[in-house]
């Protein structure tokens, strides 16, 4: 999705809700169209898998995170917080 300027990827487990950066950080694919397993997406250009709690990649060949996104479910509705999480350094 976009909004706001942002492109999300978001993901749904359950009762959780889960939204990260939707271009991968290697060459921007999108991950929103990549295969999930478990808390990782897998990018479907080249394969790196980004954890979608953190954002960080826990595969090559992307090094580099996709920001964060606070997002809930509330009786089934959805609710986003556009500004990305901001990285502690
Ligand atoms: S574009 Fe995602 S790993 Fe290369």
Redo the contacts with the bound molecule.
Sequence with gaps: METAGHRIALFRIGDAAYAIGDR??????S?AEGELFDLDVE??????EFNIVTGEPDSL??TRPVPTYVVELVDGEVFLEVEPVEEES
Aim: charged content about 15%; proline content about 13%.
């Design positions: 991968c950080s290697h060459a921007e694919a991950l990018c479907p250009r080249h394969g790196s060949p992307a």
